[in-house]
């Protein structure tokens, strides 16, 4: 952040007075401009024991799959989020039911939640956000192809729940990725 959003001047990355940890502020109206973690949210939509995946048209990781979810709106509560998504990226109406993941990623901002749901009907497509989108079985999910940790983790933990019966809400912290080296990086 350069300039104060408030009343257009340059503002300092320090720690304001009365505070504990650098943020920008602005020196000339004194407003804080804080920044917070970001909320992703999503659904599990169950359908006649299967699962609606849907492939990523946008970056990050195009062409992937994933549960559909993404960052929450203003205004909007964490269900009505999850429902949106789900309508957004793979055109289902889901009737969302208990939060089941919830995981932590400090390392950049992001928290992400996830909810057991189930399709109001067998009716999906694909969304604007969506090259594709499919009902999966356990047996039939790309789980080398899954764009996120988050999915796949939640994934797993559904179908290891579903043999139970007994799926209880779940928080993990998930650690930065480690990157793979270029090939010529280890010339």
Known sequence: M??????????????????????????????????NPKIVVGAIPVWEGRILLCKRSIEPRKGYWTLPAGFMENGETLQEGAARETWEEGCATVEVGDIYTIFNLPHINQVYVFFLGNMANGDYGVGEESSDARMFTEDEIPWDQLAFPTIG?????????????DFPVRTQDIPPL??????????
């Open 2 to 35: 350069k300039y104060c959003s408030h009343c257009g001047q340059e503002v300092l990355y320090s720690v304001p007075e009365g505070d504990n940890r650098p943020r920008y502020w602005c020196n000339h109206c004194g407003t804080i401009h804080y920044q």
């Open 153 to 165: 983790r939640t994934l797993k933990f559904y179908f290891q729940d579903l043999k139970t019966g």
């Open 178 to 187: 480690k990157r793979k080296p270029a090939l010529d990086e280890n010339i």
